[in-house]
C-alpha cells in the first residue's frame, strides 16, 4: 500500500506537469492485453490529469484498478473492489482523484475511497444507472443517468438527492458537462438531447428533429468547444457548444456499425483525432477537423468494443474495452 517513503500507492507521479502541450500520434498496435474481468467490460477510466491509474468496469460485478505509471511491462492490478449485486456500467473519477464513483444494473450508485476500497456512500432511487459523473462545478455531487427517465443529483456530504432532472420520456443514456460546468448535455432513448443549466431542474433547450437517433453515448473535445456523440444510425453527431448551442451539419463520421451498442467515443488530449469502437471490436480513427477516416485496427474478438479512453499525457497511447473481457493497451 505504501512504498519505502510512505507514499500511498494512489499518488501522482512526481515531476510531470499535466498542462503542458503535447503533440498526438495516431496508436498502431495493441501494446499488451490486461487480464483479471471473468467477463466483459464496459467502462474504463483514467485517473485525472496523470492518468497513472486506469478504472475498468465489468459484468462480473467488480471494479478493478491497475497500476499505469510506468512501463507497459509493469502494468498490473491493484486492487478490485466488491459491492455491486449485477454488473457495472460506468465509472468515474473525483476531481481529486482519491474518490470514484459506480453506476450498476443493480440500479445502485456507489462512491468509494480509492486507496482504501471502503464504499463510502450507496445510493438509489429504483432504477438501472447508465452513467456516474462527479460534477465539475461540486466536487461533492455526484449526477447519475437513470432508466426511468431521471438525471438524479446527489450531495455526498449529507447523502441526499439535492436535484432531479425530468423531463426525457425514456432511459437517460449520457451525461456531458461544458461550459466549465455551469451547463450539461444529456441524451436519451427518446431520440431527444436535452441542455440544462446546473442546478436547474428545467431544461433551456430541446433539440428533437425526425432525422435523429438515440445516442447511447457523447464526450466533449478537450478544448470544450464540441460535443461528439455516438448515434443509433451508424455515425458520430457533433455539436458546437460556442455560442449558440447546434449541430455542426458537415462535420458527421460514419463508416462504423455501432447499431445496438454504447460504443463509446474519445478525443485525443490536442482534438485533433476522434475515436470510436464498433460491433466488430475494431478501433476507428478520424481526424476530426476534415471528417476524414484515417485508419481502423482490429483488436477486440466476441463482440464490441464499449469502453474507450485517450491517455491525457501519452501521445499516442489509448485504452479500449470490450465485451470478451480484455483491456486493450494501444500504442
Known sequence: ARDYQGRSWIERPRGVNPHEDHDCFLPKRVL?????????????????????????ASTDKTIKVWNFKNDPEDYSQMRTYYGHEQAVRSV??????????????DSTMKVWDLETGQCTGSFTNGSIVNQVLFSVR?????????????????DLRSGDMVQEYNYHLD???????????????????????L?????????????????????????LSPDGTHIAGQCM???????????????CKNR????????????QVAFSPNGRFLASGDEGGQLWLWDFQKTKRIKTLGG??????????????RASCMVSCGWDGAIKIWD
Open 32 to 56: 499488451r492485453t490486461l487480464s483479471g474481468h471473468e467477463k466483459g467490460v464496459w467502462d474504463v477510466a483514467f485517473a485525472p490529469l496523470y492518468g497513472h491509474l486506469l478504472l475498468s
Open 92 to 105: 468515474s473519477y473525483s476531481a481529486d482523484g482519491t474518490h470514484f464513483a459506480s453506476g450498476s444494473f
Open 138 to 154: 461540486e466536487p461533492h455531487v455526484v449526477l447519475s443517468a437513470c432508466k426511468n427517465r431521471c438525471v438524479m443529483q446527489y
Open 171 to 193: 432511459s437517460v443514456n449520457s451525461i456531458t458537462f461544458y461550459d466549465d460546468g455551469n451547463r450539461f448535455m444529456s441524451t436519451s432513448d427518446d431520440k431527444k438531447v
Open 195 to 219: 441542455l440544462w443549466d446546473y442546478n436547474t431542474p428545467t431544461p433551456h433547450k430541446y433539440i428533437a428533429e425526425p432525422h435523429m437517433h438515440s445516442m447511447p453515448a457523447a464526450t
Open 233 to 247: 444510425d451508424n455515425k458520430i453527431s457533433v455539436y458546437s457548444t460556442a455560442g449558440r448551442f447546434k449541430l
Open 252 to 263: 458527421v463520421f460514419k463508416g462504423h456499425v455501432v447499431a445496438g451498442y454504447a460504443c
Open 300 to 313: 477486440h474478438s466476441k463482440g464490441p468494443l464499449m469502453g474507450l479512453k485517450w491517455h491525457p499525457l
